[in-house]
C-alpha cells in the first residue's frame, strides 16, 4: 500500500500473529495502484508506478531493495507483477504512447528481458528483405510442421533451426514448449525485417500449441524467432 506521501509500504501476518510493516520503496503515484506477487521460494516481488515510469523491487535478500527494469518501462502505466515456476517472474506495464501493453520477463538470477507487443497480422506476401545465398538447409515435406523448445532453450535454441513449409499453402505449427520459461514463435522476412506470423498465444513452460498460419505466397529463405528470447531463431524455408 501507499501512504500519503507516496512511500511503498509491504505488511504481513503470519498465522494471525500481529500486523508487521517494511518499507519497500517511495515516490508512488497515488492515482495508481501497486501489484505484488510471491515466488516458490517466498520472495515478494512488488512494482508500483511513479512519476518517472515504472518501480520494481525484491527482498531475495533479505530487505526490500529496487531492481533495475528495462528502458521501455520509463513511461510505462498500471504495472502488474506474476511469478511461475522456477522463479520465472513476468512484469507488464500499458505503454501510453504506442497504446499497447509491453511485457518483460526473467529467470531466476536473470535482469529483466523486455519483449516487444507482436505486430499486425499476417503480411504474406513480402518479398524478404535479405535473400541469403546457397541451398535452402531444409525443404518442405507438408503442411504439417513441429517445433520444439527443449529444456534450457535460452541458452541452447530450439531444436530444430530450420523450418520449411510450401509456397502459397495454409500450414500449421505443433509447438512443444518442453522449457521452463515461456516461448513462442514469429516469422518474419528476416532477422529485424517484417511480420509474417505474429503468435495469437504464447505457451508457458510445459504446455503445447498449434499454431495455423496463412499461406506465404512467395518462395524464399524467412526467418523464424522467440520473440522473448530472439536467439532462439531458425531460418524458415518456403518453396
Same mark, same amino acid.
Given at each position: 500500500?501507499?501512504?500519503?506521501?507516496?512511500?511503498?509500504?509491504?505488511?504481513?501476518?503470519?498465522?494471525?500473529?500481529?500486523?508487521?510493516?517494511?518499507?519497500?520503496?517511495?515516490?508512488?503515484?497515488?492515482?495508481?495502484?501497486?501489484?505484488?506477487?510471491?515466488?516458490?521460494?517466498?520472495?515478494?516481488?512488488?512494482?508500483?508506478?511513479? &512519476? %518517472? /515510469?515504472? #518501480?520494481?523491487?525484491?527482498? *531475495?535478500?533479505?530487505?526490500?531493495?529496487?531492481?533495475? !527494469?528495462?528502458?521501455?518501462?520509463?513511461?510505462?502505466?498500471?504495472?502488474?507483477?506474476?511469478?511461475?515456476?522456477?522463479?520465472?517472474?513476468?512484469?507488464?506495464?500499458?505503454?501510453?504512447?504506442?497504446?499497447?501493453?509491453?511485457?518483460?520477463?526473467?529467470?531466476?538470477?536473470?535482469?529483466?528481458?523486455?519483449?516487444?507487443?507482436?505486430?499486425?497480422?499476417?503480411?504474406?506476401?513480402?518479398?524478404?528483405?535479405?535473400?541469403?545465398?546457397?541451398?535452402?538447409?531444409?525443404?518442405?515435406?507438408?503442411?504439417?510442421?513441429?517445433?520444439?523448445?527443449?529444456?534450457?532453450?535460452? &541458452? %541452447? /535454441?530450439? #531444436?530444430?533451426?530450420?523450418? *520449411?513449409?510450401?509456397?502459397?499453402?495454409?500450414?500449421? !505449427?505443433?509447438?512443444?514448449?518442453?522449457?521452463?520459461?515461456?516461448?513462442?514463435?514469429?516469422?518474419?522476412?528476416?532477422?529485424?525485417?517484417?511480420?509474417?506470423?505474429?503468435?495469437?498465444?504464447?505457451?508457458?513452460?510445459?504446455?503445447?500449441?498449434?499454431?495455423?498460419?496463412?499461406?506465404?505466397?512467395?518462395?524464399?529463405?524467412?526467418?523464424?524467432?522467440?520473440?522473448?528470447?530472439?536467439?532462439?531463431?531458425?531460418?524458415?524455408?518456403?518453396?
Amino acid at each position: 500500500y501507499y501512504t500519503d506521501s507516496g512511500q511503498v509500504r509491504h505488511a504481513h501476518s503470519i498465522d494471525g500473529a500481529a500486523w508487521e510493516t517494511t518499507p519497500v520503496g517511495e515516490g508512488a503515484d497515488l492515482e495508481s495502484r501497486s501489484s505484488i506477487a510471491l515466488d516458490a521460494e517466498g520472495v515478494h516481488h512488488i512494482t508500483w508506478q511513479t &512519476a %518517472d /515510469g515504472l #518501480a520494481y523491487a525484491t527482498n *531475495a535478500e533479505g530487505s526490500f531493495a529496487e531492481q533495475e !527494469v528495462p528502458a521501455a518501462a520509463a513511461q510505462g502505466a498500471s504495472p502488474k507483477v506474476g511469478t511461475g515456476p522456477e522463479s520465472i517472474v513476468g512484469l507488464a506495464w500499458y505503454d501510453p504512447e504506442d497504446t499497447e501493453v509491453q511485457l518483460a520477463v526473467r529467470g531466476a538470477g536473470e535482469p529483466l528481458l523486455a519483449v516487444p507487443q507482436p505486430g499486425p497480422g499476417a503480411q504474406p506476401t513480402t518479398e524478404p528483405t535479405v535473400q541469403p545465398t546457397g541451398p535452402p538447409p531444409c525443404e518442405p515435406s507438408g503442411t504439417e510442421l513441429t517445433l520444439t523448445a527443449p529444456p534450457g532453450a535460452v &541458452a %541452447d /535454441g530450439f #531444436a530444430e533451426t530450420c523450418l *520449411a513449409a510450401p509456397a502459397g499453402e495454409p500450414f500449421s !505449427v505443433a509447438f512443444d514448449n518442453q522449457d521452463a520459461l515461456p516461448h513462442n514463435l514469429g516469422i518474419y522476412t528476416s532477422s529485424g525485417g517484417d511480420r509474417l506470423f505474429s503468435p495469437p498465444e504464447t505457451p508457458n513452460g510445459g504446455e503445447s500449441v498449434t499454431y495455423e498460419v496463412e499461406a506465404i505466397q512467395d518462395p524464399g529463405q524467412y526467418y523464424f524467432q522467440c520473440d522473448l528470447h530472439p536467439n532462439m531463431n531458425g531460418t524458415f524455408v518456403v518453396a
